[in-house]
Nanobody, 122 residues
Framework: GQLVESGGGLVQAGGSLRLSCAASGRTFSNRVMGWFRQAPGKERDIVAAINWSGGSTYYADSVKGRFTISIDNAKNTVYLQMASPKHADPAVYYC????????????????WGPGTQVTVSS
């Protein structure tokens, strides 16, 4: 199985950016998908998570009301819509999957993509 992120890049503060995570090579149905991020010198933290049906979501307090996680089952793709990015948001964003339920610790996710860099300009 493979997870591949895309959509990262430079975004202006107050703008918007959409990250995508395409799952392939293994069925990810009934999996829980999460977005994590890691800034230089910091730990990798949960940003948002969603179950495969899309009926249950989780958001870190730092992104509530600004980021939206969604899923397209037909395309095996998870999205992270980033609105009004702040200077605290630049990081490498990672897509991850687990086989249990919505969890917030990176060690609980066995499947990972390589990450995509997000940079915010003023």
């Amino acid at each position: 199985g493979q997870l591949v992120e895309s959509g990262g890049g430079l975004v202006q503060a107050g703008g918007s950016l959409r990250l995508s995570c395409a799952a392939s090579g293994r069925t990810f149905s009934n999996r829980v998908m999460g977005w994590f991020r890691q800034a230089p010198g910091k730990e990798r933290d949960i940003v948002a998570a969603i179950n495969w049906s899309g009926g249950s979501t989780y958001y870190a307090d730092s992104v509530k009301g600004r980021f939206t996680i969604s899923i397209d089952n037909a395309k095996n793709t998870v999205y992270l819509q980033m609105a009004s990015p702040k200077h605290a948001d630049p990081a490498v964003y990672y897509c991850a999957a687990n086989v249990w339920r919505i969890l917030v610790v990176q060690d609980q996710y066995p499947f990972w993509g390589p990450g995509t860099q997000v940079t915010v300009s003023s």
